[in-house]
């Protein structure tokens, strides 16, 4: 098992079973009923070893947690308990004790060990110490490992631009985190009709519905064989090449696969299908931010309120949410004005983006960034002071 699947106890993903091992003679094991079973999520191995006996170091090495006998009447067995203690300073050991004196337990304490426990084991008191561990490694877990932010990008009405943004400002931002030494990815989660590695000029062997389809089985390998190496080193994890029902997937799976993008990855985009399914809706409360895509058009504005109040009366306003303007006319041809949109929308519009179709046209036509067709245009401007903005609103600007 990799530091990585230590580290990330708290996510719903798969990873192997972590280990309780217990390491007592064998009469002792003999009076336990709890050995292959699993507790607070830890799988109960039993040692049979001597309770002054040398530790063997594969035992120690492939714990989460150890349980060792420990004799009080035997210097031996007490010495092994406290070199055990120094020679893995931030191990998780329990010591099992019958009857054990308080000066003894005192003195465990104070060198290192994680608590003590009685014989003969009761399974209730093992659960609970076992369940305060889980805990505590789960904290550590998330103070460890920098998660990545993870941005959904919305839609207030269809083909208002999503998939445009997703892969445009996808590739910019993997560019700005380019020295970062973690990616940018972007994950199409547009399950019938996204065509986000189509705009990027990818067509990847695996796709979400692989991702979906390995259930349990998704790891990181398989993510990361995966993810399509699109411009500027944006990672791409494709739409099913088959439109498949929104309701084939479970929220479980999906979870899973953002989690673990967004421990690999520094930030993750994702394009969402436009209509919602308890899965989607889901997702956005693990999200960090969402964009709201509108244009300036009374259609967009009306389902962009309802976006909002859908939102908000799924109790999920605790996610920030940046509204964005796409398609933003020159502004003698405008008949609504940004001020007029917030006005509807009771909210700030953040940012706009330009009206730029030939250019947007022509670079996804060709599977290629704004960049590569014009080297500087607005359209490129207005993403950029967008991410800076995300930047901000995800807190990580400097
Ligand atoms: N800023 C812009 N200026 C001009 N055209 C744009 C702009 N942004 C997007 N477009 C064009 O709008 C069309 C729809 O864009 P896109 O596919 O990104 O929308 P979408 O919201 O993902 O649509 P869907 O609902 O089909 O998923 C595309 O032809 C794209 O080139
Ligand atoms: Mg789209």
């Not at 976006?307 to 920030?320: E, F, I, R, T, Y």
């Not at 940004?338 to 947007?360: G, M, R, T």
């Amino acid at each position: 098992m990799g530091e990585r699947d230590i580290n990330g106890q708290n996510f719903n993903v798969h990873r192997e079973q972590s280990v309780a091992r217990m390491l007592m003679s064998a009469q002792e094991i003999a009076e336990l009923n709890v050995i292959g079973t699993d507790i607070a999520g830890f799988t109960i191995i039993a040692h049979a070893i001597d309770a002054a006996a040398k530790i063997p170091v594969d035992d120690v090495a492939s714990s989460q947690v150890l349980l060792v006998e420990l004799r009080q009447d035997d210097p031996a067995s007490m010495q092994r308990l406290v070199s055990l203690c120094e020679d893995v300073p931030n191990g998780r050991i329990i010591a099992l004790v019958r009857d054990p004196s308080i000066a003894v337990v005192r003195l465990l304490m104070r060198n290192g060990l994680t608590d003590v426990l009685t014989l003969p084991l009761m399974r209730d008191e093992l659960e609970q110490v076992l369940h305060q561990i889980r805990d505590s490694m789960q904290e550590e877990a998330v103070a460890d490992h920098q998660l990545g932010k993870v941005v959904a990008i919305i839609p207030s009405v269809g083909g208002v631009g999503v998939t445009t943004l997703v892969t445009q400002a996808g590739a910019l931002q993997a560019h700005r985190d380019e020295d970062l030494s973690r990616e940018a990815c972007i994950i199409d989660l547009d399950l019938q009709f996204g065509n986000a590695a189509t705009y990027l000029g990818l067509n990847p062997s695996l796709t979400v519905a692989d991702m979906i389809e390995a259930g349990p089985r998704l790891d990181r390998d398989m993510l990361l064989a995966a993810c399509a190496k699109g411009p500027l080193g944006v990672r791409v994890v494709a739409a099913p090449p088959d439109i498949m029902p929104l309701e084939a997937v479970s929220t479980d799976q999906i979870f899973n696969l953002v989690d673990l993008a967004a421990r690999e990855f520094r930030t993750v985009f994702l394009d969402l299908p436009c209509n919602w399914t308890n899965w989607s809706l889901s997702l956005i409360g693990r999200t960090d931010l969402i964009i709201l895509v509108i244009e300036l058009t009374v259609a967009s504005l009306r389902q962009a309120r309802r976006q909002l109040n859908l939102l908000a009366s799924q109790g999920l306003q605790k996610v920030p949410v940046m509204i964005v303007a796409n398609r933003v006319q020159k502004r003698l041809f405008r008949t609504i004005s940004l001020a007029d949109a917030e006005q509807a929308l009771k909210h700030p519009v953040h940012y706009s983006i330009e009206n730029d179709f030939p250019l947007l046209c022509t670079a996804q036509d060709q599977g290629v960034l704004i960049g590569d067709i014009k080297s500087k245009s607005k359209v490129a401007k207005d993403l950029v002071t967008m991410l800076e903005g995300c930047d901000e609103m995800l807190g990580r600007s400097e």
